[in-house]
């Protein structure tokens, strides 16, 4: 059984934008990040009904299945549907991103485990101290014609359809997330970003960050990004645990927002 020793979490508005449509649940043992569409209200209200279903549904202290996980996620899928509506051609008006991990205990193994989750482009990263490895696969317009050959991981970075997300929380009457199972061993570090991170700041950035090993990472990685540029909402967390008997206390977790106002942004918008 694994002990958390370190979580931090950050949510800022970034340097342009005039409104956080990301929000983050970090409770145990829910950690996870959404990134809202729709505009201003909208997405602000479909990334808070996500996370605020997924808090009541998994129970902090608990140790749901992984089955359990993913019935949270239709739960949360059908309250953002239901109150983001539909325009006149029956698409959804709002949506938001939901990735992240959750601790679960698997029946069939007798054990516990780290779930990662996924469905959008928000990320999930692991970090051993020496590499940074993305555990998530984006569901965005160009990670298609990345994965087909067809674009450069460059180009997909300026492209013209670098915001339009193929899958998103909100969007259809069933949500098809993206699962895997990771063992709890030894020392381990993740990351879960929403897209305001990995838009301003490159994975070896990043992993130059995190090797610094500052005790408030998120907020040093949202300041980054913030200097980067800041073009969108940018919301972090890093979560620190070890697995063992000697592991340390847990500590309590770190939250901090901010609010900057700004001139211009980018934002993340279903596939049509």
């Given at each position: 059984m694994?002990?958390?020793v370190g979580?931090t979490?950050?949510s800022?508005?970034g340097?342009?934008?005039h409104?956080?449509e990301d929000?983050?649940?970090?409770?145990d043992?829910?950690f996870v990040?959404?990134d809202?569409?729709?505009?201003h209200?909208?997405?602000?209200?479909?990334?808070?009904?996500?996370?605020?279903?997924l808090a009541?549904t998994?129970?902090?202290g608990?140790r749901?299945?992984?089955?359990?996980?993913?019935?949270?996620?239709?739960?949360?899928n059908?309250a953002?549907?239901?109150?983001?509506?539909a325009?006149?051609?029956g698409?959804?008006?709002?949506?938001?991103?939901?990735?992240?991990?959750v601790?679960?205990r698997?029946p069939e193994?007798a054990?516990?485990?780290?779930?990662?989750?996924?469905?959008?482009?928000?990320?999930v990263?692991s970090w051993d101290g020496r590499?940074?490895?993305?555990l998530t696969?984006?569901?965005?317009?160009?990670?298609?014609?990345?994965?087909?050959?067809?674009i450069t991981?460059?180009?997909?970075?300026v492209h013209p359809?670098?915001?339009v997300?193929?899958?998103?929380l909100?969007?259809?009457?069933f949500v098809?997330?993206?699962t895997?199972l990771?063992a709890e061993q030894?020392?381990q570090?993740?990351l879960?970003?929403?897209?305001?991170?990995?838009r301003e700041?490159?994975d070896q950035?990043?992993?130059?960050?995190?090797?610094q090993g500052?005790?408030?990472?998120a907020?040093?990685?949202v300041d980054?990004a913030?200097?980067?540029g800041?073009?969108?909402n940018?919301?972090?967390?890093?979560?620190?645990s070890?697995?063992g008997?000697?592991?340390?206390?847990?500590?309590?977790t770190?939250d901090?927002?901010?609010d900057?106002?700004?001139?211009?942004f980018?934002?993340?918008?279903?596939r049509?």
């Open positions: 694994s002990s958390l979580v979490v950050r800022d508005t340097a342009v934008r409104v956080n929000s983050a649940l970090a409770q043992p829910v990040v959404a809202g569409m729709g505009g209200a909208r997405g602000d209200l479909a990334s808070r009904t996500a996370v605020e279903s009541r998994l129970q902090p608990t749901p299945t992984p089955l359990e996980v993913v019935t949270a996620i239709d739960e949360a059908a953002v549907r239901s109150l983001s509506g325009d006149e051609s698409a959804a008006v709002a949506g938001t991103t939901l990735t992240g991990i601790r679960v698997v193994l054990s516990e485990q780290w779930m990662v989750v996924n469905v959008g482009d928000s990320r990263y590499e940074l490895r993305q696969v984006d569901h965005s317009a160009v990670q298609e014609l990345v994965d087909a050959g067809l991981e460059a180009q997909a970075a359809e670098r915001n997300i193929t899958r998103a909100g969007a259809e009457d098809d997330t993206d895997e990771v030894g020392r570090t993740f879960i970003c929403s897209d305001g991170l990995t700041l490159s950035r990043i992993a130059e960050i995190l090797a500052h005790p408030d990472p907020s040093v990685l980054a913030n200097e980067a800041g073009h969108d940018i919301t972090v967390i890093v979560i620190e070890v697995t008997d000697d592991a340390p206390a847990p500590v309590d770190r901090r927002a901010n900057d106002d700004g001139r211009e980018e934002d993340t918008q279903p049509e």
